[in-house]
């Protein structure tokens, strides 16, 4: 389904703001989108990006001219405007953002009513709407109006799934980088209602992301490193552009990949609901099949993309998704990806032990992963697949091709569905190992390339 669309990528409708996102483009979309809804109202909310303000005044009075009644709730991260969605009784919701897109990117995620991104099957119905131009026309207009709540709804929900009484007993020390994204809005407010001390960084909302760019990655975050150490917090956290994924760092400034931190999040939730389900894209950590046995839960696999995780939680009434990436998906609240709701997850977990993070993380298993990007065409990605199924090593090819060398090493690549990139992803039992698959297959990827 993910390969038939045209508009659709990996998350949402993404291009750079007048260029492929041209403002006529934006209002044929949002008539699509209406069109699919049928009905209002429609919850609009947006990150800090430079163009998302006049990108919502043309969402809202497109949605109007259909006749589809519409309310705004301003500059909130994704998560909170899936929430209020779901919560405050809207049809449907559209979060203008890029996520973790450069500035000049901007985009469009489509909510249903459950507060979850629409599947790929309704992406598809979208998209079918804008390429025949059946749209829906009326000649009454729909109302434009303000909504106030979605912030205190979103933070009320966080805490019920929490003991705040023992999370503020601690009195916990955190460094937040907001990373001049739309987590500014929430994460600030939260760890106040909890007790913790906080410092920011990158607070200040700025659609350039002047302080380390939008995406958190190892690279980028040294000041939060270094500012943990420095302040002697507990530990740090860094959101992305739109504030759906968190990146932590224990209280020695060491950086943890959004797998590690998923496999202690998905073994404290497992201990007080076992017999689960966990839901995991392809090139998620193996780890968790381990975790996951402990408690005699079950580990289901997707595509890559939080929609994939997202509608398989909700079919299979799963209660923990995650991607590598940093999405981590707690279904008693949402079953979306929920930088803030991650946050409040480790803050009860360190409340209710006496041990640090870096402590916790070395209770879990070993393993070592790591990513690698290059420049790449669909045509380009075809030699790649080309090279690496000639391999002889057992083949996954649910997204892209994922090649397994024993139960604990394995590499895969995948045309990535936002950007002209492959993006490769490897795991190992050990540093060298990994080094020694990520070289061999860079090179291979490489060769394919200059063919």
Known sequence: MVCMAKLFGTNGVRGVFGEDLTLGFISKITLSIASFFKKGPILVGYDGRESSVIIS?????TLSSAGMDSAVCGIVPTPCLQFATRHLGYNGGIMITASHNPPQYNGMKVIARDGIEISREDELKVEEFYFTKKWKITDQFGSITKESKAVSTYLSGIKKQIDVRKVKSRNLKIVLDIGNGAQAVTAPMLCEDLGC?????????????PGRGSEPTPQNLNKLSSMVIKSKSDFGIAFDGDG?????????G??????????LLSKYILKKYPKSKIITSVNSTLIIEKIAANSKSKVLRTRVGSVEVSRKMVKENAIIGFEE????????????RDGSMTLAILLDLLSNGKNSLSQEMNSLPPSFTAKEKIECSKDDFKKIMK???????????????????DDSSWIMVRLSGTEPIAR???????????????????????TALDR
Request: net charge positive; with cysteine.
């Open 57 to 61: 005044k043309i969402v809202t009075a």
């Open 387 to 405: 090279i690496l199924k000639a391999e002889p090593y057992k083949k996954d090819l649910t997204d892209g091709i994922k090649l397994s060398f």
């Open 424 to 446: 490769i992803y490897a795991e190992s039992f050990s540093q060298s190992k990994l080094d020694d698959i990520l070289a061999k297959y860079l090179q291979k990827v490489k």
């Open 325 to 336: 990436n940093g999405g981590f998906m707690y279904g008693k609240h949402n079953q979306v």
């Open 197 to 209: 001390e906080t410092i920011l960084i990158n607070e200040k909302i700025d659609g350039t992301f």
């Open 254 to 263: 060491k950086i943890l990949t959004g797998d590690r931190s998923a496999l």
């Open 244 to 252: 759906d994924r968190s990146i932590f760092c224990d209280e020695f």
